[in-house]
């Protein structure tokens, strides 16, 4: 049974950081492109950072360059997005996304959710 499962999400005043963990499995792992995407009230779901199978590469929305990073962990099957500078507009349900496209079949997978408000 695959499982996403997002972790870290909270109040934080302006300015402050938080550190969102999406713990993954019942799945090949290693195989994945790992995204966090977040989604505010009333809009679209947006990708926020991207980072492919062994992590060498990574891609970030222009709103979030140079104060969000992400990284995984493949040994304990763990993606990671440290957020620095938060800022009002980050708040949103940040989700954790597998994914995964093959000639035959594009896998996709969501994790629930989790809450973070940047507010004073």
């Known amino acids: 049974q695959v499982q996403l499962v997002e972790s870290g999400g909270g109040l934080v005043q302006p300015g402050g950081s938080l550190r969102l963990s999406c713990a993954a499995s019942?799945?090949?792992?290693?195989?994945?492109?790992m995204n966090w995407y977040r989604q505010a009230p009333g809009k679209e779901r947006e990708l926020v950072a991207s980072?492919?199978?062994?992590?060498?590469?990574?891609k970030y929305a222009d709103s979030v360059k140079g104060r969000f990073t992400i990284s995984r962990d493949n040994a304990k099957n763990t993606v990671n997005l440290q957020m620095n500078s938060l800022k009002p507009e980050d708040t949103a349900v940040y989700f954790c996304?597998?994914?995964?496209?093959?000639?035959?079949?594009?896998?996709?997978?969501w994790g629930q959710g989790t809450q973070v408000t940047v507010s004073s």
């Open positions: 996304n597998a994914a995964r496209e093959t000639l035959l079949k594009n896998y996709d997978y």
């Open positions: 019942g799945f090949p792992f290693t195989t994945y492109t």
């Open positions: 980072i492919t199978q062994f992590g060498g590469s990574t």
